[in-house]
T-cell receptor, first 120, second 114 residues
């Protein structure tokens, strides 16, 4: 069992659909991350929230829209996705001790099991 | 910018044999170093981390890693592999300067033969 919970575990959607991925952690971590992982590849960072503020956006297309409504929750809103967006989407959190970006690099990240997304 | 190289895409070992997975990094100073493991259909789990101090670090599941500054390496080792260790292993670097996020290596797939 992981301490970072992601729902749903699997999602199949058409290119015109709107859906959301959800991530929740109750470890008191103040940094949360979205990664995209294609098969046989390492995770690619998409977004980082630190203290509920968007800290890093890795030039992700606007069809992906993150939201951090509170310190425990992280959402990823999806709209008009393309087939190449099919992947495993991982959420992670880390125990940063302040908003200084330094903490983002030296604290281990705790990952959820991911949402397997398929775009038809 | 920092980079991480895992030269072995796939390694096969027999159960009970020793294991070493290689990781080399490129960075101007001593970075923060991590090893993660990913089993099929799951997220990444932290095995161990190195920030400073003793260059031999112990992790979970019987893994250890040794930081060698002169070789810019952080190799992962286990003296006796179990069938449950079959998984993908990622080395990662966290930098002191932007970009501050983790940089992952390309991963090493471990197969364990009975």
């Amino acid at each position: 069992d992981t301490e970072v919970t992601q729902t749903p575990k699997h999602l199949v959607m058409g290119m015109t659909n709107k859906k959301s991925l959800k991530c929740e952690q109750h470890m008191g971590h103040r940094a949360m991350y979205w990664y995209k992982q294609k098969a046989k590849k390492p995770p690619e960072l998409m977004f980082v929230y630190s203290y509920e503020k968007l800290s890093i956006n890795e030039s992700v297309p606007s069809r992906f829209s993150p939201e951090c409504p509170n310190s425990s929750l992280l959402n990823l809103h999806l709209h008009a996705l393309q087939p190449e967006d099919s992947a495993l989407y991982l959420c992670a959190s880390s125990n940063v001790q302040g908003p200084d970006p330094l903490w983002l690099s030296n604290q281990p990240q705790h990952f959820g099991d991911g949402t397997r997304l398929s775009i038809l | 910018a920092q980079s991480v190289t895992q030269p072995d895409i796939h390694i096969t070992v027999s159960e009970g044999a020793s294991l070493e997975l290689r990781c080399n990094y490129s960075y101007g100073a001593t970075p923060y170093l991590f090893w993660y493991v990913q089993s099929p259909g799951q997220g990444l789990q932290l095995l161990l981390k190195y920030f400073s101090g003793d260059t031999l670090v112990q992790g979970i599941k019987g893994f250890e890693a040794e930081f060698k500054r002169s070789q810019s390496s952080f190799n992962l080792r286990k003296p006796s592999v179990h069938w449950s260790d079959a998984a993908e292993y990622f080395c990662a670097v966290g930098a002191l300067t932007p970009p501050r996020q983790l940089t992952f290596g390309s991963g090493t797939q471990l197969t364990v033969l009975p």
